[in-house]
């Protein structure tokens, strides 16, 4: 287990890996869309939105780049479709 501690937080990292892998998966199937297409909106390979999805450590980065595509497929047909 890792553990980052500063003066204002300590965080589990192992816990929030756990949280962003079960967010990043119920965000995804409550728009109905695929792991090719999140990967396609949000610029992540497919492996890497698959290992996000099985817990694997992610980036500040990744993660507002999968923020930015969860809201642009909830805006679009893609996430509307029948």
Do not use: K
Request: charged share 25%.
């Amino acid at each position: 287990m890792s553990i980052i501690n500063d003066e204002n937080a300590t965080v589990d990292t192992a816990e929030f890996d756990r949280y962003v892998c079960r967010t990043v998966q119920a965000m995804r199937r409550s728009l109905g869309v695929t792991v090719a297409e999140l990967a396609a909106a949000s610029g992540l390979p497919d492996a890497d939105i698959e290992a996000i999805e099985r817990g694997a450590t992610t980036t500040r980065a990744e993660r507002q780049d999968i923020a930015v595509a969860v809201c642009w497929l909830s805006n679009n047909a893609v996430a509307h479709r029948a």
